[in-house]
Nanobody
Framework: QVQLVESGGGLVQPGGSLRLSCAVS????????MGWYRQAPGKQRELVAISTESGSTNYADSVKGRFTISRDNAKNTVYLQMNSLKPEDTAVYSCYVQHGRRDYLVNYWGQGTQVTVSS
């Protein structure tokens, strides 16, 4: 019903910045939470940041103070501004949204975008 298209990944040096975007398209009814996960090779997927419908945000301890999640509800888009990047931030970043009716929400995922932090 909905599709998520991510952009903004790439190669960056330590200390650099990247901005990820995730645009939701299709037949959109209601979007609740929007967020980002990441998975590094050989590691479990971890929640990076989440933005709730009410506007609150939460971050993994490892990215607090460096990453900022934001959303543009008019454009059905969620962003992840990543500053002061470290090599350990290298991973495939995937966005997700909760979509559907308020009483029945389904999680949808993007295809993932590679972020590599290396000198």
């Amino acid at each position: 019903q909905v599709q998520l298209v991510e952009s903004g990944g790439g190669l960056v040096q330590p200390g650099g910045s990247l901005r990820l975007s995730c645009a939701v398209s299709g037949r959109i009814f209601f979007i609740a939470d929007m967020g980002w996960y990441r998975q590094a090779p050989g590691k479990q997927r971890e929640l990076v940041a989440i933005s709730t419908e009410s506007g609150s945000t939460n971050y993994a301890d490892s990215v607090k103070g460096r990453f900022t999640i934001s959303r543009d509800n008019a454009k059905n888009t969620v962003y992840l501004q990543m500053n002061s990047l470290k090599p350990e931030d290298t991973a495939v970043y995937s966005c997700y949204v909760q979509h559907g009716r308020r009483d029945y929400l389904v999680n949808y995922w993007g295809q993932g975008t590679q972020v590599t932090v290396s000198s």
